[in-house]
C-alpha cells in the first residue's frame, strides 16, 4: 500500500485574481468553497494537513491493528500544543489536519440545534444569545441535511420544528435498542432515530453503509459523509486546493479594515502571499483563535479581529456521561460502528438547564479482534478469553452542554513553538459546577434505565472522570454587539469587512447537539452572503 | 471449526487487496524441500508459508481445521505489499531460524507444543507489535498478529467467539438488527 500522505502535489504558488481565499479544508471550508465556486467565484482553499488520497484501508488497519501509528497522522511537531487548565485537554485527539479535516474520523452524528439554544439568556438567565433563530437558520438546516445526505426519521418528538422529511430513510434500530426500548417503555423514556451523515441507501455517488464497525475513526466504504465530497466538487466548479499549505498570518490593509493577503509556508520551504477580495477562516475552533492572534499588527496588537478581546474565550465542548455493564443475554454488540437510538426527551428540561442528550450504544463493551491483537496468550486460552469477553456488553452515552465561561479560553502559548517556529496553541480548559451537576443528572437517568433493564453496572464516566467529545466552540462567538463579540450575525468579522469565520468557534452556546450540521447550515449561510457582495 | 481460502480472501477484500489473494493462489508454488535453500536475500516462499502455517496451528484454537488453505492464501495475498511483505517474509525466516538453532529443525517440523513454546520463550506473547523492532516484535506483529487479525477478522472466526461481523470486516449492516449470530457465511 502506498502512503496516503505525500506532496504529490507540486504547484502550491498562489492563485492570481482570487475573489475568495478559504483557510482551511474541512466541513466548514469546503462547503463554503464549494457554494462559491459552483456561482462562478474564483475560489482558493489553502490547508494546512495533506490530501489522504489512496486506499482508506490503510486508515482501517492502523485503527484495528497496534502498531502501525495514528490513522490520520496527527500528533507530530506541525501539531504541538499546550494544554494549561485543570483538566487535560486532548486536543490532536480530536482533530484531523487534511482535506476533509476532522470529518474524515468524525462520527457523523447531525441533530439540529433546538430553538431554546438560540436564546438560552432571554429564556434562562445563562449563557449568550445567538443573533439568529433556529427560524433564521432553519433552511439553511433543510439545506445542509440535503448536501451532506442526512439518514434519519420524523420520529423525535421533542426535535425542533421541520418541514420536510430527510433526504435518506434513517438506519433502523439495532437488535440491542430492542432491548432498551423495553425498559425505556417501562420508565417513560421515548427512544427515537439518531440523524445519521451516513448513507442507509447509495447518495451522492458514494456506497451505502456496509457495516465494518470502525466508522470512528475511518470508514473505508465511503459510505461516511466527509467533507472531501464537496471539496471534489468544489475542483469541479473551479475551485484550487492547496494541501500542505499552512497559513502562518493574516496581512490587512493600511486603515486596518481589511485583510490583503493569507501568508503561508509550503513543505519546500517556501512562504507564499495569497490576495483575495474576501478571506474565510476555517481551520476549527483552536487553530482560528491562532490565527488571529498570530495576526498581531501595530494596529492591532492583541491579534485581528480582536478589539472586543474575546478572541479565544469562552472555549466550550460537549462532555460525556456514561455507563454500562453486562446483561444476562447476549447484546449484540459491534456489528456498527454508530448508534440508532438516542433520546432528546430531557435536552430542554431547565433543571439542569444544560442541555443533555442520551445515547444508546452500538459498540459497548469489547471488539473480539482488538482485545486479540492485545492479548498474551493465543490459542484456545485466547479463544475462551475472547468469547467470555464479548456478547453481554451494554452501555448508554450522553452528551452534556458546557456553557461559555470567560475562565476556558484558547491563546497563545508563546514561550513554545512549532516546526515553524510560530507559537503554539493554549488550550485553558476545565469542567465547571455546573456542567458536573448536568453529568450527575445524565448519570442519574441511566442508571434508572440500567436498573430497570437489569444491568450489572461495571463502569460510570461523570462528573469526577468525564471527558471532552471533541467539539471546539465558542471561541470566536457571534453577537450584535463588536465590543462582545467576534462576529456578526452573518459570521463577519465586526473590525474586517472581509474577513468571515465558519465553524463552531461563532456559536455562542453550544447546546448539547454533535455541531456539524450547524456548522454547515452556518456555512451555506455565509456563502450566500459572500455571493451577496460578488460583483 | 473449518477456514477456507474463500474466508482468507474476505479478510484481505476487507483490507482493499481485491482479488490479490486469488491471483497469487493460481500462482503459488507448492513448498518442496528443494526449494527451500535458505538464502535470507531471496527467502523461498515456501519457507515463509509452511512457518506461518506451523505458526497458525499455535495461535489458532485447536478445534481449527483449514489452516493450511486459509493461512497460504492470506500469506499469499499480504505479502503482494512490497514492504510489509518483505518483512512479514523476514520475520517467519528469522522464526525458522531460531528454530532450527535452538532444536535442530525447521520451525514447521517442530511438535505444535514447542512451537507454542518457542514463541512465548520469544517474547512473541507479551512484546509490543512493531513492524520493523526487535525480533520479539517483529514477530509479534507479522507472525502472530498478522495471523491472529486475519483469523479473527473473518467472519468464520469471529463467529467463534460470538460475532459474525468483526470490526473491520464489511458486514455489520446485515447483522446488528439481529438477536443470534447467524449460522451460516451470508454475513
Same mark, same amino acid.
Given at each position: 500500500?502506498?502512503?496516503?500522505?505525500?506532496?504529490?502535489?507540486?504547484?502550491?504558488?498562489?492563485?492570481? /485574481?482570487?475573489?475568495?481565499?478559504?483557510?482551511?479544508?474541512? @466541513?466548514?471550508?469546503?462547503?463554503?468553497?464549494?457554494?462559491?465556486?459552483?456561482?462562478?467565484?474564483?475560489?482558493?482553499?489553502?490547508?494546512?494537513?495533506?490530501?489522504?488520497?489512496?486506499?482508506?484501508?490503510?486508515?482501517?488497519?492502523?485503527?484495528?491493528?497496534?502498531?502501525?501509528?495514528?490513522?490520520?497522522?496527527?500528533?507530530?511537531?506541525?501539531?504541538?500544543?499546550?494544554?494549561?487548565?485543570?483538566?487535560?485537554?486532548?486536543?490532536?485527539?480530536?482533530?484531523?489536519?487534511?482535506?476533509?479535516?476532522?470529518?474524515?474520523?468524525?462520527?457523523?452524528?447531525?441533530?439540529?440545534?433546538?430553538?431554546?439554544?438560540?436564546?438560552?439568556?432571554?429564556?434562562?438567565?445563562?449563557?449568550?444569545?445567538?443573533?439568529?433563530?433556529?427560524?433564521?437558520?432553519?433552511?439553511?438546516?433543510?439545506?445542509?441535511?440535503?448536501?451532506?445526505?442526512?439518514?434519519?426519521?420524523?420520529?423525535?418528538?421533542?426535535?425542533?420544528?421541520?418541514?420536510?422529511?430527510?433526504?435518506?430513510?434513517?438506519?433502523? @434500530?439495532?437488535?440491542?435498542?430492542?432491548?432498551?426500548? #423495553?425498559?425505556?417503555?417501562?420508565?417513560?423514556?421515548?427512544?427515537?432515530?439518531?440523524?445519521? $451523515?451516513?448513507?442507509?441507501?447509495?447518495?451522492?455517488?458514494?456506497?451505502?453503509?456496509?457495516?465494518?464497525?470502525?466508522?470512528?475513526?475511518?470508514?473505508?466504504? !465511503?459510505?461516511?459523509?466527509?467533507?472531501?465530497?464537496?471539496?471534489?466538487?468544489?475542483?469541479?466548479?473551479?475551485?484550487?486546493?492547496?494541501?500542505?499549505?499552512?497559513?502562518?498570518?493574516?496581512?490587512?490593509?493600511?486603515?486596518?479594515?481589511?485583510?490583503?493577503? $493569507?501568508?503561508?509556508?509550503?513543505?519546500?520551504?517556501?512562504?507564499?502571499?495569497?490576495?483575495? /477580495?474576501?478571506?474565510?477562516? *476555517?481551520?476549527?475552533?483552536? #487553530?482560528?483563535?491562532?490565527?488571529?492572534?498570530?495576526?498581531?499588527?501595530?494596529?492591532?496588537?492583541?491579534?485581528?479581529?480582536?478589539?472586543?478581546?474575546?478572541?479565544?474565550?469562552?472555549?466550550?465542548?460537549?462532555?460525556?456521561?456514561?455507563?454500562?455493564?453486562?446483561?444476562?443475554?447476549?447484546?449484540?454488540?459491534? %456489528?456498527?460502528?454508530?448508534?440508532?437510538?438516542?433520546?432528546?426527551?430531557?435536552?430542554?428540561?431547565?433543571?439542569?438547564?444544560?442541555?443533555?442528550?442520551?445515547?444508546?450504544?452500538?459498540?459497548?463493551?469489547?471488539?473480539?479482534?482488538?482485545?486479540?491483537?492485545? $492479548?498474551?496468550?493465543?490459542?484456545?486460552?485466547?479463544?475462551?478469553?475472547? $468469547?467470555?469477553?464479548?456478547?453481554? %456488553?451494554?452501555?448508554? !452515552?450522553?452528551?452534556?452542554?458546557?456553557?461559555?465561561?470567560?475562565?476556558?479560553?484558547?491563546?497563545?502559548?508563546?514561550?513554545?513553538?512549532?516546526?515553524? &517556529?510560530?507559537?503554539?496553541?493554549?488550550?485553558?480548559?476545565?469542567? /465547571?459546577?455546573?456542567?458536573?451537576?448536568?453529568?450527575?443528572?445524565?448519570?442519574?437517568?441511566?442508571?434508572?434505565?440500567?436498573?430497570?433493564?437489569?444491568?450489572?453496572?461495571?463502569?460510570?464516566?461523570?462528573?469526577?472522570?468525564?471527558?471532552?467529545?471533541?467539539?471546539?466552540? &465558542?471561541?470566536?462567538?457571534? &453577537?450584535?454587539?463588536?465590543?462582545?463579540?467576534?462576529?456578526?450575525? #452573518?459570521?463577519?468579522? %465586526?473590525?474586517?469587512?472581509?474577513?468571515?469565520?465558519?465553524?463552531?468557534?461563532?456559536?455562542?452556546?453550544?447546546?448539547?447537539?454533535?455541531?456539524?450540521?450547524?456548522? *454547515?447550515?452556518?456555512?451555506?449561510?455565509?456563502?450566500?452572503?459572500?455571493?451577496?457582495?460578488?460583483? | 471449526?473449518?477456514?477456507?481460502?474463500?474466508?482468507?480472501?474476505?479478510?484481505?477484500?476487507?483490507?482493499?487487496?481485491?482479488?490479490?489473494?486469488?491471483?497469487?493462489?493460481?500462482?503459488?508454488?507448492?513448498?518442496?524441500?528443494?526449494?527451500?535453500?535458505?538464502?535470507?536475500?531471496?527467502?523461498?516462499?515456501?519457507?515463509?508459508?509452511?512457518?506461518?502455517?506451523?505458526?497458525?496451528?499455535?495461535?489458532?484454537? =485447536? +478445534?481449527?481445521?483449514?489452516?493450511?488453505?486459509?493461512?497460504?492464501?492470506?500469506?499469499?495475498?499480504?505479502?503482494?505489499?512490497?514492504?510489509?511483505?518483505?518483512?512479514?517474509?523476514?520475520?517467519?525466516?528469522?522464526?525458522?531460524?531460531?528454530?532450527?538453532?535452538?532444536?535442530?529443525?525447521?520451525? =514447521?517440523?517442530?511438535?505444535?507444543?514447542?512451537?507454542? =513454546?518457542?514463541?512465548? +520463550?520469544?517474547?512473541?506473547?507479551?512484546?509490543?507489535?512493531?513492524?520493523?523492532?526487535?525480533?520479539? +516484535?517483529?514477530?509479534?506483529?507479522?507472525?502472530?498478529?498478522?495471523?491472529?487479525?486475519?483469523?479473527?477478522? =473473518?467472519?468464520?472466526?469471529?463467529?467463534?467467539?460470538?460475532?459474525?461481523?468483526?470490526?473491520?470486516?464489511?458486514?455489520?449492516?446485515?447483522?446488528?438488527?439481529?438477536?443470534?449470530?447467524?449460522?451460516?457465511?451470508?454475513?
Amino acid at each position: 500500500m502506498m502512503s496516503t500522505s505525500n506532496h504529490a502535489q507540486t504547484d502550491r504558488t498562489p492563485v492570481s /485574481d482570487a475573489d475568495v481565499c478559504i483557510v482551511g479544508a474541512g @466541513p466548514a471550508g469546503a462547503i463554503v468553497a464549494q457554494r462559491l465556486a459552483a456561482s462562478g467565484a474564483s475560489v482558493v482553499v489553502l490547508e494546512a494537513g495533506p490530501r489522504f488520497d489512496g486506499d482508506r484501508r490503510e486508515q482501517l488497519e492502523r485503527h484495528v491493528r497496534p502498531g502501525l501509528g495514528t490513522p490520520w497522522e496527527m500528533g507530530g511537531p506541525r501539531d504541538e500544543f499546550t494544554s494549561s487548565g485543570e483538566s487535560f485537554y486532548p486536543l490532536n485527539a480530536g482533530r484531523v489536519k487534511g482535506v476533509g479535516g476532522t470529518t474524515l474520523h468524525w462520527q457523523g452524528m447531525v441533530m439540529r440545534l433546538h430553538e431554546r439554544d438560540f436564546e438560552l439568556d432571554s429564556r434562562h438567565g445563562v449563557g449568550a444569545d445567538w443573533p439568529i433563530s433556529y427560524t433564521d437558520l432553519k433552511p439553511y438546516y433543510a439545506a445542509a441535511e440535503r448536501e451532506l445526505g442526512v439518514a434519519g426519521a420524523v420520529d423525535n418528538p421533542y426535535a425542533p420544528p421541520r418541514d420536510e422529511a430527510y433526504p435518506l430513510p434513517a438506519f433502523p @434500530p439495532s437488535y440491542s435498542d430492542s432491548l432498551f426500548a #423495553e425498559a425505556c417503555e417501562r420508565l417513560e423514556i421515548d427512544m427515537h432515530s439518531v440523524p445519521s $451523515a451516513r448513507n442507509s441507501e447509495p447518495f451522492d455517488g458514494r456506497s451505502p453503509c456496509v457495516g465494518y464497525g470502525t466508522c470512528k475513526p475511518v470508514c473505508p466504504s !465511503g459510505a461516511k459523509y466527509t467533507a472531501e465530497s464537496h471539496v471534489e466538487k468544489a475542483e469541479s466548479a473551479g475551485a484550487r486546493v492547496v494541501d500542505h499549505a499552512r497559513v502562518r498570518r493574516l496581512e490587512h490593509d493600511e486603515s486596518g479594515t481589511s485583510v490583503v493577503a $493569507a501568508v503561508y509556508t509550503t513543505p519546500d520551504g517556501e512562504t507564499h502571499r495569497q490576495t483575495a /477580495d474576501e478571506y474565510v477562516l *476555517a481551520c476549527g475552533g483552536v #487553530e482560528n483563535v491562532r490565527l488571529l492572534l498570530l495576526s498581531a499588527s501595530d494596529q492591532y496588537p492583541d491579534g485581528l479581529a480582536n478589539s472586543s478581546g474575546v478572541v479565544g474565550q469562552y472555549f466550550m465542548e460537549h462532555l460525556f456521561a456514561g455507563m454500562g455493564g453486562r446483561l444476562d443475554r447476549p447484546t449484540r454488540q459491534n %456489528h456498527v460502528g454508530f448508534n440508532t437510538s438516542e433520546t432528546h426527551q430531557f435536552y430542554d428540561d431547565s433543571e439542569p438547564v444544560n442541555g443533555l442528550k442520551l445515547e444508546f450504544l452500538n459498540y459497548a463493551g469489547p471488539s473480539p479482534v482488538v482485545d486479540a491483537l492485545h $492479548a498474551e496468550t493465543w490459542g484456545d486460552e485466547l479463544r475462551t478469553q475472547l $468469547a467470555d469477553a464479548y456478547g453481554t %456488553h451494554i452501555a448508554m !452515552g450522553a452528551l452534556v452542554e458546557q456553557l461559555p465561561r470567560a475562565d476556558n479560553y484558547v491563546t497563545l502559548d508563546t514561550e513554545t513553538t512549532d516546526d515553524l &517556529g510560530d507559537p503554539v496553541p493554549e488550550v485553558h480548559w476545565s469542567v /465547571d459546577d455546573q456542567t458536573r451537576a448536568a453529568l450527575a443528572r445524565a448519570n442519574e437517568i441511566q442508571a434508572s434505565v440500567m436498573d430497570e433493564l437489569g444491568v450489572d453496572v461495571e463502569w460510570t464516566v461523570g462528573p469526577d472522570n468525564t471527558g471532552p467529545a471533541f467539539h471546539h466552540m &465558542g471561541t470566536t462567538r457571534m &453577537g450584535t454587539d463588536p465590543e462582545t463579540s467576534v462576529v456578526d450575525g #452573518e459570521c463577519r468579522s %465586526h473590525d474586517l469587512q472581509n474577513l468571515w469565520i465558519a465553524g463552531s468557534s461563532v456559536f455562542p452556546t453550544g447546546g448539547a447537539m454533535n455541531p456539524t450540521l450547524t456548522i *454547515a447550515a452556518l456555512s451555506l449561510r455565509l456563502a450566500e452572503s459572500i455571493q451577496g457582495r460578488m460583483p | 471449526m473449518r477456514l477456507t481460502r474463500r474466508d482468507a480472501i474476505a479478510v484481505l477484500a476487507g483490507l482493499g487487496i481485491v482479488g490479490g489473494g486469488a491471483v497469487a493462489i493460481d500462482r503459488f508454488d507448492p513448498p518442496t524441500a528443494e526449494s527451500d535453500d535458505g538464502d535470507r536475500d531471496d527467502i523461498p516462499q515456501a519457507v515463509v508459508v509452511s512457518t506461518m502455517v506451523a505458526a497458525g496451528e499455535v495461535v489458532y484454537p =485447536s +478445534e481449527t481445521e483449514g489452516i493450511r488453505e486459509f493461512v497460504e492464501a492470506y500469506v499469499l495475498g499480504r505479502t503482494r505489499d512490497e514492504e510489509r511483505g518483505a518483512q512479514l517474509r523476514a520475520a517467519a525466516a528469522e522464526l525458522d531460524a531460531v528454530a532450527r538453532d535452538w532444536h535442530g529443525e525447521p520451525f =514447521s517440523d517442530l511438535p505444535r507444543d514447542e512451537r507454542d =513454546s518457542l514463541l512465548r +520463550e520469544l517474547g512473541a506473547d507479551t512484546a509490543d507489535p512493531v513492524a520493523d523492532g526487535t525480533l520479539s +516484535e517483529r514477530i509479534r506483529f507479522h507472525v502472530v498478529n498478522e495471523l491472529l487479525y486475519a483469523f479473527y477478522a =473473518s467472519p468464520t472466526g469471529g463467529r467463534l467467539v460470538g460475532i459474525e461481523n468483526p470490526i473491520g470486516y464489511p458486514g455489520g449492516t446485515e447483522s446488528y438488527q439481529r438477536a443470534t449470530t447467524a449460522e451460516t457465511e451470508d454475513g
